[in-house]
């Protein structure tokens, strides 16, 4: 499986987080002063590459990483950082690789990157920061006290999104139960999803950039995100005048991740994503869910076994309507499912009616 630059960037972040043993060395190189070179991994592409320097083949520890970050020369550590290989080496990248770099360690480390795909580490001893390249992406690693003020900006933004998207979906819900549903409603809940998902995902990034100093974090962001049901893939298989197959609907989401921040901000062209012409008309225009959605939140109730119930009813108003011996007569759907169903079901109406009107 091929990875992505950015998934490769967080693994990398990982790996030089706060209260790990790499990250203790590389501010250890920083308060000494001195630069430094750090190449993570070794294959024939590397050694390639290699001139000179010495064979080390110790297991790795901070104070070894700064002591030998004092010769001239690049340190070859094994992927894990978990031992140092070589020390003293001269890197010789292909001079031919595009570089926007301008001090010679800085465009040393982006070839390097870019030529053997594994990630380079160069700690700047004139501007006393440490630089991430990986698969073509810089990083600047910034302490604990900027990146948790920027994390805190985000868990309050979270917070409202959060709350915003509760509402809308319990609107939703009371709107299926009542037949009026627009198209306007279904676009509000996608575009509040997809902005809960984006913030959680840059505090998930924080996350992983503050390590140990990011453990009161990860809770809160645990405690904003748990129980948000249903993601955007039900709604657009409730709703999509497009075949709901597997490939459709990872079209229609990587569609959704893939817009910028002015056009989320567009409902229309939220609304397009599932199949609805665009235009304030038609945001209007009254739509049917096939109740995946809402079979979904009801646990007992396997994906199979929805499926069947909504080709079976063909509509949730439909399914909503049915009694026990309706929904036994669906392949699969026994007596004491038939009541797990018809009463979640019930319980769902209820509830959604409830927060509506109070």
Do not use: W
């Not at 073509?136 to 690693?141: D, P």
């Not at 809770?219 to 039900?234: K, Y």
């Amino acid at each position: 499986m091929v990875r992505s630059p950015e998934h490769a960037l967080k693994t990398t972040l990982a790996r030089v987080a706060p209260g790990t043993a790499l990250r203790d060395g590389l501010e250890r190189i920083l308060r000494g002063r001195t630069g430094a070179l750090i190449v993570l991994g070794l294959d024939k592409t590397v050694d390639s590459i290699c001139s000179g320097g010495f064979d080390i083949g110790i297991e790795f520890s901070p104070t070894r990483l700064r002591e030998l970050a004092k010769m001239d020369g690049a340190i070859v550590c094994d992927k894990d950082a978990s031992n140092i290989i070589r020390a003293g080496v001269q890197l010789m990248p292909d001079p031919r690789i595009e570089t926007q770099e301008s001090g010679t360690r800085h465009r040393t480390a982006e070839r390097v990157a870019i030529q053997t795909g594994l990630p380079i580490i160069s700690v700047s001893q004139s501007m006393q920061i440490i630089a991430l390249y990986v698969d073509g992406l810089r990083h600047v690693l910034e302490g604990s006290e900027p990146v948790l003020a920027r994390a805190n900006q985000a868990l309050a933004t979270l917070e409202r999104y959060r709350s915003r998207l509760d509402q809308v979906t319990n609107s939703l819900s009371a709107l299926e139960i009542e037949a009026m549903v627009t198209v306007r409603d279904v676009a509000a809940t996608l575009q509040r999803q997809e902005m809960v998902r984006r913030i959680s995902e840059e505090i998930s990034h924080y996350v992983l950039e503050l390590g140990v100093d990011g453990r009161l974090l990860s809770l809160q962001l645990e405690e904003l995100t748990a129980g948000l049901g249903p993601g955007s893939e039900m709604v657009l298989r409730d709703y999509s005048s497009l075949a709901s197959t597997p490939p459709v609907l990872e079209e229609q989401i990587a569609a959704l991740h893939g817009f910028t921040s002015t056009e989320l901000i567009d409902l229309g062209k939220i609304a397009s994503v599932a199949g609805f012409q665009p235009g304030t008309d038609s945001l209007e225009a009254i739509v049917q869910p096939k109740g995946f959605r809402l079979l979904s939140s009801i646990k007992a109730v396997p994906p199979a076994v929805a499926t069947r119930l909504v080709d079976h009813f063909d509509g949730l108003q439909n399914l909503m309507a049915a009694n026990i011996e309706d929904l036994m007569a669906v392949e699969g759907i026994g007596e004491q499912r038939a009541r797990t169903v018809r009463e979640g079901l019930s319980r769902i109406a209820e509830t959604s009616l409830l927060d509506r009107f109070m």
